[in-house]
């Protein structure tokens, strides 16, 4: 006779109790980085909206900036930290490869019981976690999940390279997400597309320059490349399908929303899809990009906190999340704005 097993008690819905960010220190404007490409502040403007970026500093670090802003999240969601079930870290430029920069996160804040796992998904990286989070505590498993996007995308990049220097930035977000009387995240319409996964990738592997290492010292790292215009391309055309699919998965209309915040790759790319989705005046159009820069999987709440501490979205409010990077990746879903 099989025995029965006793499964976690269900929650009916999930929420995002706080949010937290941390911005590093130094400011860098277009001037300082257009030497190095032959470029101009006029040029990256025009291209990218871009008119500063934020870069972390040497003590600023995946860690600590990811444990800086789950810091204030927790604070703002008012939950014991020692309660957290569970830490999803997402980002793709932690260059150390284990112990899971997440697990040491959950012990700086206090989270001393929770999983803790890292996710590689790129610029989408920080829904992909929000979604599994939701799952996470609807199903049971934890009651309280803490979500973390970090990159210091200044250590991936070349910064000659006139495709990828002015356009990254480094920065952290995060997000405490709960038990809830009323829905607070929709559902996720997610995938990715890996036969296009060379437009945003890597140069080489890690073990391609160790071999190549050993017989010249001087050949370089390996560095983020990206072929701009089919992903411009790309970003504006397929993301707008899947934001309205989001939204109708949602049972939401763009006249519902508050808030529209797509990850922060290109103001241009912004820009078009409040074109194309037709967003009413009312909805407020995260641009973060232009003061922080491209700051992939930490962009999105980066840019959430930013739209609440500038007044021009509120809590409460019902806003569209969608992320976009390597892989090709891609992740949407409403919220409600803790």
Not at 149 to 172: C, N, P, Q, S
Not at 217 to 237: C, H, I, K
């Amino acid at each position: 006779m099989r025995a029965s097993i006793r499964t976690s008690a269900p929650a009916r819905h999930a929420a995002m109790l706080g949010i937290g960010v941390y911005r590093p220190r130094l400011v860098v404007d277009n001037d300082e980085v257009a030497g190095l490409i032959d470029s101009s502040d006029e040029w990256i403007r025009t291209r990218s909206g871009i008119e500063r970026r934020r870069w972390a500093g040497e003590d600023e670090t995946i860690v600590e900036m990811a444990t800086a802003a789950a810091a204030m999240a927790i604070e703002r969601s008012g939950v014991d930290p020692a309660g957290i079930g569970c830490v999803l870290l997402a980002t793709i430029s932690n260059l150390k490869q284990t112990p899971a920069a997440a697990s040491e996160v959950a012990t700086r804040v206090g989270a001393v019981n929770a999983g803790a796992m890292d996710i590689s998904a790129a610029c989408a990286g920080f829904c992909y976690g929000l979604a599994l989070a939701g799952d996470i505590v609807r199903g049971g498993s934890a009651e309280t999940v803490l979500v973390i996007g970090v990159e210091r995308m200044t250590d991936l990049i070349d910064h000659r390279d006139r495709g990828t220097a002015f356009l990254f930035a480094d920065g952290a977000g995060a997000a405490v997400v709960g038990r809830s009387e009323e829905p607070g995240i929709g559902p996720v319409v997610w995938g990715s597309d890996g036969t296009q996964g060379e437009l945003i990738s890597q140069d080489h592997s890690w073990l391609d320059w160790r071999d190549q290492l050993a017989k010249d010292p001087s050949t370089e790292a390996p560095a983020l490349r990206m072929n701009g215009q089919p992903v411009f391309r790309w970003a504006t055309v397929e993301m707008a399908k899947v934001a309205r699919r989001t939204l109708e998965a949602a049972g939401v209309d763009v006249a519902d929303l508050g808030a529209f915040i797509p990850h922060q790759a290109n103001d241009r790319i912004t820009q078009a899809l409040a074109k194309s989705l037709r967003l009413p005046p009312t909805v407020a159009v995260a641009r973060d990009v232009v003061e922080q820069g491209n700051t992939s999987a930490a962009s999105v709440p980066l840019a959430m906190e930013a739209l609440l501490s500038s007044g021009e979205a509120r809590s409460g409010d019902t806003a569209l999340l969608l992320g976009f990077g390597a892989g090709l990746s891609f992740a949407g879903q409403v919220v409600v704005l803790p």
